[in-house]
């Protein structure tokens, strides 16, 4: 029996048709994602994210734990809230899972971590907390809505009191405040703008009728992937895993190498991959013409020295913003300017480009 | 509950036929099928002139989801294919059994059509997936 979110009522109430995402009964779509994907593009459109994990750490020893766990370096956090990307690293230098850190002050964190990997990283946190003087607790009790697009501030500043707004008023990206009922984070999966809005299950139903009420429009997981793909953000499982190198799956700029004498799990196995040189890289594809890229599909190119070379896609769908479609791809460093990818059967010719096709509603390529 | 007109003939594969006249079937993909697909995103058509043999793949229906090959129901020529797909593919999660609809071919044995399902059946083959 699949678990459900505190909002599986409020989705069956939108029309939302259910599906098993790792466990849980989630939204796939209200109907149209291709709608739902545009709303975030062009308006406001928000996500039951309740299925993810929020993990508070806490303690003398909380700074010092996290500088081991993560390959990012909590110490860049200086000022309450701020928050930060980075991926948490097996020692052979494995994506374990990726998660965004919110620092709240030196003695307390805040982990959000994705749910399909719950139960791992759960155990790989307990494992490497145990020589450290930290409380790890995992809070089930909170859920999380996305609030995304052009218009989500200014629409969800409609559901928040004069004290929330004034917090959020100005603040920049990957920041959190905390207020009343809200923890109110500006980051998000979509290239848009927006808010992401930690609250207690207890009064989750109100804020998403809220939120209806604003007139921002229920999206399902469907929408969620063409709008982070677009994007050019990972999704964990199919863009990198725990047998991918961060540094072949574009997250070399969450990597802290300075200092140089901070030890973080998986920093020497990263060090001689990057000595080895032969690491692939992530790129992005452009299909102009008909058809869609998709997970698992051969990517394969001619390099400069006459030599036939082969990746793989590691998704890819159907870019409803840009009308033709898009993938994330893992290749041989000495890829070009074009590749070819093989698609039922036949080869068809893709551009080339860096990952990321989408940001506030703008081509990027 | 999807809708499954009781006037059309079906493939277990979930394509649709409706007899035209003249030995002439149009043929599109059930409502439950594109339910199942998603939001459509390209349908690649075979081309007026071309044959098939009932059963072989003839068109490509590319939704958000995933490319799902087609079945051509019968043997014969396509006379003529939905244009209207080329800009709107969506038609097809719309409006399957109508403005949705793929292809028209001109069967080589009408008497293929008596072998397809009827709705209830076809209704059933659905229920047992």
């Avoid at chain 1, 939108?14 to 466990?23: I, P, R, S, T």
């Avoid at chain 1, 290749?331 to 990818?341: C, E, L």
Wanted: proline fraction near 3%; include cysteine.
């Amino acid at each position: 029996m699949a678990e459900q979110t505190v909002l599986f009522a409020k989705h069956i109430e939108a029309g939302a048709k259910m599906v098993d995402f790792h466990g849980w009964e989630m939204p796939i779509n209200y109907g149209s994602q291709i709608e739902e994907h545009h709303a975030v593009r062009q308006d406001a459109g928000m996500f039951d994210v309740s299925h993810m994990t929020v993990v508070d750490i806490k303690g003398v020893e909380a700074k010092a734990f996290l500088q081991k766990l993560l390959a990012n370096d909590v110490a860049k956090l200086k000022v309450a809230g701020k928050a930060m990307y980075g991926g948490m690293l097996n020692e052979e230098g494995g994506v374990i899972d990726d998660l965004i850190t919110y620092f709240l002050n030196d003695d307390y964190y805040r982990l959000v971590v994705n749910s399909a990997t719950r139960v791992k990283d759960m155990a790989w946190i307990n494992k490497q907390a145990a020589s450290f003087d930290v409380v790890v607790t995992e809070l089930p009790e909170l859920a999380m809505i996305a609030v995304q697009g052009p218009n989500a501030k200014a629409k969800a500043a409609s559901v928040f009191n004069a004290e929330q707004n004034a917090l959020v008023d100005g603040i920049k990206p990957f920041f959190a405040v905390e207020s009343g009922d809200f923890f109110i984070a500006t980051t998000g999966y979509t290239g848009e703008d927006g808010y992401e809005i930690i609250v207690h299950n207890d009064k989750a139903a109100d804020l998403w009728q809220a939120l209806l009420d604003a007139d921002v429009k229920p999206c399902g997981l469907g929408a969620r992937d063409t709008l982070r793909l677009e994007a050019g953000m990972n999704l964990y499982g199919l863009d990198m895993d725990e047998e991918v190198s961060p540094l072949a799956a574009n997250m070399a700029w969450t990597i802290a190498w300075e200092p140089s004498e901070r030890d973080f799990i998986g920093r020497s196995a990263l060090l001689e991959q990057k000595a080895s040189g032969t690491l692939p890289k992530q790129v992005g594809l452009i299909l102009e013409a008909k058809g869609v890229l998709r997970h698992g599909q051969k990517v394969v190119f001619t390099d400069s020295e006459g030599a036939q070379q082969e990746g793989v896609i590691t998704s890819g769908t159907f870019s409803p913003t840009l009308g033709h479609s898009v993938a994330i791809a893992r290749v041989p460093r000495s890829i070009g300017v074009v590749a070819q990818v093989e698609m039922r059967k036949k080869f068809v010719d893709v551009k080339v480009v860096k990952s990321g096709f989408v940001r506030n509603g703008k081509k990027t390529f | 509950m999807s809708n499954i007109p009781a006037e059309l003939k079906y493939a277990s594969s979930h394509e649709w036929v409706r007899e035209e006249g003249n030995g002439i079937y149009t043929v599109g993909i059930t409502d439950h099928a594109q339910e199942l697909l998603g939001d459509m995103v390209f349908v690649d058509l075979p081309d007026v002139g071309d044959t098939f043999d009932a059963g072989e793949d003839v068109a490509v229906a590319e939704s958000v989801k995933a490319a799902s090959d087609i079945y051509s129901p019968l043997t014969g020529e396509i006379v003529e294919v939905n244009e209207e797909l080329e800009d709107s593919p969506e038609l097809v999660n719309s409006d399957a059994f109508n403005d949705g609809w793929l292809f028209k071919i001109k069967a080589d044995e009408p008497s293929e059509v008596d072998n397809m399902l009827d709705a209830e059946a076809y209704e059933a083959s659905i229920d047992e997936d």
